[in-house]
């Protein structure tokens, strides 16, 4: 009986997998370019537990939440303290940045991560148990200009990949204050359709009614639709602060659209919200999404700092990447492969290896002992840009015969002169990106 992996995970393989996407070889090209993205925005890498007290995601994330109340992978260790596996970074990155005392060191921060998350939700197209998501954090900020820097930086990232089809959805939410004055006319609208909504609206509608906007039901929707708009609400500041966000994506030549229905699923967001969506995806559409939290840190217990971060799916990503037939990486291969023929040859195939790799040649090396055309044919299969075959013949003459194995052609280079060869053949190389069709 074997053991399968758990609901909702999969394995990223080495190898050319069932589903390309699944393939370590196009992870790593991605996470590359998201960390290569990160660096030209002055971020600085972050990495925090892969769980958490709990508490902290109730605190921050909320009570009342999907993810609080449903989602979590919540357990007690041998001391009875309740941890939970983290289900979003930003709870984690403001933890670490209050616990470490991180205010004092600089006034502003600016953080990226790279990570799996976990949330207990039916396994289906493009949602799974344990994902993984590239986000940023900006914390010390408070103008508007970097609302737009944050918008710009993860609509650019996905052009960089070559996603398609990509529509950017911009919203205010406010101060407080804001969202206290359209809770009231919410209710207040929502009162006579309240029997017609769906169950969880009822619950959140005594809770949280902002969140009704969430909803993917039929009925919810049919209820919201002459809803009043948070835009209507908001202070002059908070409404000055959206109409600059605005005003530089209209500059920048962001195609965005206003949409006053955007709230985002979680509570600790403040003013800006934004998602990106793909018309390359099914339902489940969102790209990358993010917006203010200008209050969190001082709800953990932390200084009173303005805050702003997206976060974005890699397996969206991947997925979004791939049906867009945007620039994907071809599978790593070895520069050369070696077969050495004889016990003479194995020792000096060795100290040729060794020298090839300290001088970023990448190298395998035949060791199954088996005949010729064996090896001939694991040199086929490791994708190796050329092979050499070492025997005594080519010891005693120092010299050895490369075969390109794209072309088949062959050529005699004196062993002195290999490394040489390599490298010149390695740096007119293509730069290895090639179109999935």
Same mark, same amino acid.
């Given at each position: 009986?074997?053991?399968?992996?758990?609901?909702?995970?999969?394995?990223?393989?080495?190898?050319?997998?069932?589903?390309?996407?699944?393939?370590?070889?196009?992870?790593?090209?991605?996470?590359? *370019?998201?960390?290569?993205?990160?660096?030209?925005?002055?971020?600085?890498?972050?990495?925090?537990? %892969?769980?958490?007290?709990?508490?902290?995601?109730?605190?921050?994330?909320?009570?009342?939440?999907?993810?609080?109340?449903?989602?979590?992978?919540?357990?007690?260790?041998?001391?009875?303290?309740?941890?939970?596996?983290?289900?979003?970074?930003?709870?984690?990155?403001?933890?670490?940045?209050?616990?470490?005392?991180?205010?004092?060191?600089?006034?502003?921060?600016? +953080?990226?991560?790279?990570?799996?998350?976990?949330?207990?939700?039916?396994?289906?197209?493009?949602?799974?148990?344990?994902?993984?998501? +590239?986000?940023?954090?900006?914390?010390?900020?408070?103008?508007?200009?970097?609302?737009?820097?944050?918008?710009?930086?993860?609509?650019?990232?996905?052009?960089?990949?070559?996603?398609?089809?990509?529509?950017?959805?911009?919203?205010?939410?406010?101060?407080?204050?804001?969202?206290?004055?359209?809770?009231?006319?919410?209710?207040?609208?929502?009162?006579?359709?309240?029997?017609?909504?769906?169950?969880?609206?009822?619950?959140?509608?005594?809770?949280?009614?902002?969140?009704?906007?969430?909803?993917?039901?039929?009925?919810?929707?049919?209820?919201?639709?002459?809803?009043?708009?948070?835009?209507?609400?908001?202070?002059?500041?908070?409404?000055?602060?959206?109409?600059?966000?605005?005003?530089?994506?209209?500059?920048?030549?962001?195609? +965005?659209?206003?949409?006053?229905?955007?709230?985002?699923?979680?509570?600790?967001?403040?003013?800006?919200?934004?998602?990106?969506?793909?018309?390359?995806?099914?339902?489940?559409?969102?790209?990358?999404?993010?917006?203010?939290?200008?209050?969190?840190?001082?709800?953990?217990?932390?200084?009173?700092?303005?805050?702003?971060?997206?976060?974005?799916?890699?397996?969206?990503?991947?997925?979004?990447? *791939?049906?867009?037939?945007?620039?994907?990486?071809?599978?790593?291969?070895?520069?050369?492969?070696?077969?050495?023929?004889?016990?003479?040859?194995?020792?000096?195939?060795?100290?040729?290896?060794?020298?090839?790799?300290?001088?970023?040649?990448?190298?395998?090396?035949?060791?199954?002992?088996?005949?010729?055309?064996?090896?001939?044919?694991?040199?086929?299969?490791?994708?190796?840009? +050329?092979?050499?075959?070492?025997?005594?013949?080519?010891?005693?003459?120092?010299?050895?015969?490369?075969?390109? %194995?794209?072309?088949?052609?062959?050529?005699?280079?004196?062993?002195?002169?290999?490394?040489?060869?390599?490298?010149?053949?390695?740096?007119?190389?293509?730069?290895?990106?090639?179109?999935?069709?």
């Amino acid at each position: 009986m074997t053991i399968p992996s758990p609901s909702g995970c999969f394995d990223i393989l080495p190898i050319d997998a069932k589903d390309f996407w699944k393939s370590s070889y196009l992870w790593i090209f991605i996470e590359k *370019i998201l960390r290569e993205h990160a660096t030209l925005y002055g971020f600085d890498e972050i990495r925090t537990p %892969m769980f958490e007290r709990t508490e902290l995601f109730q605190r921050s994330v909320g009570d009342e939440t999907d993810i609080v109340s449903k989602e979590m992978y919540t357990f007690l260790d041998r001391g009875g303290r309740s941890l939970s596996l983290r289900p979003e970074y930003t709870a984690s990155v403001i933890r670490a940045f209050i616990e470490n005392k991180l205010a004092q060191t600089a006034s502003t921060h600016r +953080f990226f991560y790279i990570g799996p998350m976990f949330r207990y939700e039916r396994p289906q197209a493009g949602r799974f148990r344990q994902h993984h998501q +590239f986000g940023v954090e900006v914390i010390g900020l408070a103008q508007p200009e970097l609302d737009a820097e944050i918008i710009e930086m993860c609509y650019s990232l996905y052009e960089k990949l070559g996603l398609k089809n990509l529509t950017v959805y911009v919203n205010s939410l406010g101060d407080k204050e804001t969202r206290v004055r359209f809770r009231t006319a919410l209710v207040d609208y929502l009162k006579p359709y309240f029997e017609s909504l769906s169950s969880e609206s009822k619950k959140r509608f005594e809770v949280n009614p902002l969140r009704i906007f969430d909803s993917k039901a039929e009925a919810d929707r049919e209820a919201l639709k002459n809803a009043p708009s948070i835009l209507e609400f908001l202070s002059p500041e908070c409404k000055e602060h959206f109409q600059q966000v605005t005003a530089i994506l209209e500059h920048l030549k962001i195609p +965005f659209k206003v949409n006053s229905n955007l709230v985002r699923g979680l509570d600790y967001y403040t003013k800006t919200v934004f998602e990106i969506t793909s018309g390359d995806l099914g339902a489940q559409n969102t790209v990358g999404a993010g917006g203010r939290y200008d209050g969190l840190i001082k709800d953990l217990g932390g200084p009173d700092l303005p805050s702003i971060g997206f976060a974005t799916g890699i397996e969206r990503i991947i997925q979004t990447l *791939i049906k867009s037939e945007g620039k994907l990486p071809e599978r790593r291969s070895p520069d050369v492969y070696i077969i050495p023929l004889g016990i003479e040859a194995l020792y000096r195939t060795f100290s040729l290896v060794k020298e090839l790799r300290q001088n970023g040649i990448s190298c395998l090396q035949g060791m199954s002992g088996k005949k010729l055309k064996h090896e001939m044919h694991e040199a086929s299969d490791s994708r190796a840009k +050329f092979t050499i075959v070492l025997g005594e013949n080519e010891i005693k003459a120092n010299v050895c015969e490369l075969k390109e %194995m794209s072309t088949g052609t062959t050529q005699k280079v004196s062993l002195n002169e290999v490394l040489a060869f390599l490298k010149n053949a390695k740096n007119t190389a293509s730069t290895g990106l090639a179109t999935k069709k």
